[in-house]
């Protein structure tokens, strides 16, 4: 199919404005013309949202009820959104988030996670820490109690573990497994990545080939996995698409306060002390109280070089609907590749924006999401439930020979 044309963006808008009440806006041009001068026109004025209101990447749709308990008590935006993920976080059964979170390649889990705080303006962020579970209110304490904003690595455990965190083994059985299995396929890092020159394209449906073929690379998964075809398969799902899996939530109380958070065990097989876009204030999160919030997950290291949730927030301050402003953060991901849907169908890139109003949105790079099979959502509670949402997408096929 066609790249995600002006047309289409039209559309796109239109399918948000029904889902989140916003208004709809034109592109100016259109990606396919080369330029990267692109303007948007806003239509109409932002319409009014519902509030209160809690929006989440879609592995957040069950956690949602534990933070808007809090806000409908009248308790803050943050203990809301911290007190959502925190269910993710300890849910051993996501691999890509806390507790189970598969490791990196030298099987230990590390995690990155940001906060940040509307109505006071402050934020606290914590990067590649080992063996502490809840690292979103981490994130907080770095906030609450210290005169920094980020902390990392090993230093980031011993503060968890002088604020009173409980030290442990992040690392599941399920996840231990599949980290061997990783290991026994020979996949690694250590190479120039889609942005280089230097890099080789090889589709997913070859690489599973020549892994199905590898008659020792196959009994030695079946060995690992104790000859669990679910455990198989998900193993083989990893070691040929490593997941960037995290969990963004954003929540707004009926005075209009908001605040958000992002947490993550990163890239599957990632090198040690690799740090995603989850704790990167203005990439994995950014709020401003005057405005709204914004998150992200997918493949961090593409929203870093377009600093994706500060870039929403801006849009969102001009009058941009934050389905369009999401729409916008993804054209630049898009345009860092020319377009290439080759490299770009290599990642997930999923954007979330709420305003202040409560008005909501998000945006996938395609239309279909981690499961191919399934449409790219994202998960809103208005007070009533928490539901899933189609994303707004930038590109309808995912691209290349992926
Ligand atoms: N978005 C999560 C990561 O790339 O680490």
Redesign the pocket.
Known sequence: MSLWSRRRFFLTSLAGTAAAGTPSLLRASTPEDGSDADVFVPQSAPAKGKRPVMISSANGVHALQKGMDILKSGGDTLDAAVAAVTVVEDDPNDDSVGYGGLPNEEGEVEL?ASVMHGPTRRAGSVASVRRIKNVARLAKTVMERTNHTMIVGDGARRFAVAEGFEEMNLLTEHSRKIWLAWKASSSFNWRPGIDSPEWVSRSAAARKEDYAQHEVFQERLAMICDHDPALMARAMEVILDPP???INCLAVNDKGEISGT?T????SW?ISG?????PIIGA?LYVDGDVGGAG??????E?IKISGGHTIVEMMRKGMSPNDACLEALHRVARNYNNDKKKLGTFH?YFYALNKDGVHGSASLWRNGYDPNKRAKYAVHDGTEGKLVECAAYFDEIGGDQ
């Not at 690799?274 to 989850?278: A, I, L, P």
């Open positions: 990155d960037t899996g995290t992002t993550t065990s990163g890239l990632k690799r740090v995603g876009d989850s994995g992200s997950t997918g493949k961090g290291e929203n890139v």
